[in-house]
């Protein structure tokens, strides 16, 4: 079936460097990949987004990248502050109608 | 902010009971979708509302149904509740418009404890 492998599951990194969180997914009908961030007490914001026909995509700090012929996808986070530390999910979906999630890394930012 | 609120924030229940779990979109959105998301783990897609009738249901058994009403507001329901069903329940709205749906925004969550 669906599924969205995620890696890693827990990232430490020192504040001001970057952190990199990597996908797969199955289902190569898969058209829209949206990232999420979770902090306790205020729910899952969508942080970034990409659609199958676009590679790269940058929104200040937070870029991501889409392999369609691997299905693959990443989320590269640069110069990295406190604020970032949270759970990140990456996730997939056809026409935004079910979405499959990863498992979640859980980013912590070391002062 | 995404404008997407739930109701409760949390729930404490006992095996067997039933609960209702509440959730309204965002304005300008027709499309509810629900998610449990177990501790330590990526939200799971249970069932998606679109135009008051279900469009689209993950893995999950009968006892877990919906509603959306014409406000597109949403209701989950899940009936003679397991230990298991204790979860993080998500609702996301989004908009929908000629079969092909756009970016789902998620609210807070309900906390439901299964005893």
């Known amino acids: 079936g669906e599924n969205v492998e995620q890696h890693p599951s827990t990232l430490s990194v020192q504040e001001g460097d970057s952190a990199v969180i990597k996908c797969t997914y199955s289902d190569s009908a898969s058209n829209y990949f949206p990232w999420y961030k979770q902090e306790l007490g205020k729910g899952s914001q969508l942080i970034i987004d990409?659609?199958?026909?676009?590679g790269e995509k940058k929104d200040q700090r937070i870029a991501v990248t889409l392999n369609k012929t691997a299905k693959h996808f990443s989320l590269h986070i640069t110069e990295t502050q406190p604020e970032d530390s949270a759970v990140y999910f990456c996730a997939a979906s056809k026409n935004d109608d079910k979405i499959i999630f990863g498992k979640g890394t859980r980013l912590h930012i070391l002062p | 902010e995404t404008g997407v609120t739930q109701s409760p924030t949390h729930l404490i229940k006992t095996r067997g009971q039933q609960v209702t779990l509440r959730c309204s979109s965002q304005s300008g959105h027709n499309t509810v979708s629900w998610y449990q998301q177990a501790l330590g783990q990526g939200p799971q897609f249970i069932f998606q509302?679109?135009?008051?009738?279900?469009?689209g249901r993950g893995n999950f058994p009968p006892r877990f149904s919906g509603l959306q009403f014409p406000n597109y507001s949403s209701e989950l329901n899940v009936n003679a509740l397991e230990l298991d069903d204790s979860a993080l329940y998500l609702c996301?709205?989004?908009?929908?418009?000629?079969?092909?749906?756009?970016?789902?925004?998620f609210g807070p969550g309900t906390r439901l404890t299964v005893l």
């Open positions: 990409i659609r199958s026909n676009v």
């Open positions: 996301a709205s989004s908009f929908r418009r000629a079969g092909v749906g756009d970016t789902q925004y």
């Open positions: 509302y679109y135009r008051e009738e279900e469009n």
